[in-house]
Each structure stands twice: as structure tokens, then as C-alpha cells.
């Protein structure tokens, strides 16, 4: 079992910056994939960055790249989504997750979830 803690949701600006963190506890961290995924308002739940184990190979979303930057300190068990210039549209409940089968983007293939941290953007 891995148990994860997301925080550092908030309410920001639009071209504000926010830093999320995923804290796990539990079975080793360093071996599980990450990703993060949100959760707007009369949208589906959707993938916006995710990280693998090892070599930590990354994956961005389109409508996130060149803004949003995810990384990992295993030693902390933790893994951070920095996120610059956001935008209205980047409101929702962002949500990590962890993957111990392999490296993939897909929210079907996380298994382990944490409760989710509000991020909203004022325009």
C-alpha cells in the first residue's frame, strides 16, 4: 500500500505560480511511477504530468507544456508539480497518483490516489 498527501493547492492569480507537493508513505516510492491529474469544474478528470521511476522520464500535457514542470526527491518521498503563468482554465482539484506496473500516462493504470488539493485561478 502507498499512501499520498497532496498540498500546496490555493487560490492565485491568473500568471501566478503555485507548488504541489505529493508526500507518500508506505511501500517504496522510488519504484512507482507519479502522475498528477485534476479535476475542473464540468470537466472530466484529465492527465497533466506525470514522472516514471529510474531514469524519471516525463510526460507534459498540452495545454500544461513549458508551464508546469514535474520532479521527484525519493530520498523525501516526494513529488513536486511546479506550476508558472497559470490560467483560469488550470482551476481544479489536482490529484496525484502512483503506479507500480510501469511507466504510463493513463489514469486507468494508477492505482494508489490521494484526496486532491484545490487549485483556483482568478482571472
Known amino acids: 500500500q502507498v499512501q499520498l498527501v497532496e498540498s500546496g493547492g490555493g487560490l492565485v492569480q491568473a500568471g501566478g505560480s503555485l507548488r504541489l507537493s505529493c508526500t507518500a508513505s508506505?511501500?517504496?516510492?522510488?519504484?512507482?511511477?507519479v502522475g498528477w491529474f485534476r479535476h475542473g469544474p464540468g470537466k472530466g478528470r484529465e492527465s497533466v504530468a506525470a514522472?516514471?521511476?529510474?531514469?524519471?522520464?516525463?510526460y507534459y500535457a498540452d495545454s500544461v507544456k513549458g508551464r508546469f514542470t514535474i520532479s521527484r526527491d525519493n530520498a523525501k518521498n516526494t513529488v513536486y508539480l511546479q506550476m508558472n503563468t497559470l490560467k483560469p482554465e488550470d482551476t481544479a482539484v489536482y490529484y496525484c497518483?502512483?503506479?507500480?506496473?510501469?511507466?504510463?500516462?493513463?489514469?486507468?493504470?494508477?492505482?494508489?490516489w490521494g484526496q486532491g488539493t484545490q487549485v483556483t485561478v482568478s482571472s
Open positions: 514522472i516514471s521511476s529510474g531514469r524519471g522520464s516525463t
Open positions: 497518483a502512483a503506479n507500480s506496473k510501469g511507466w504510463s500516462v493513463q489514469i486507468t493504470s494508477y492505482t494508489y
Open positions: 508506505g511501500r517504496v516510492f522510488s519504484s512507482h511511477s
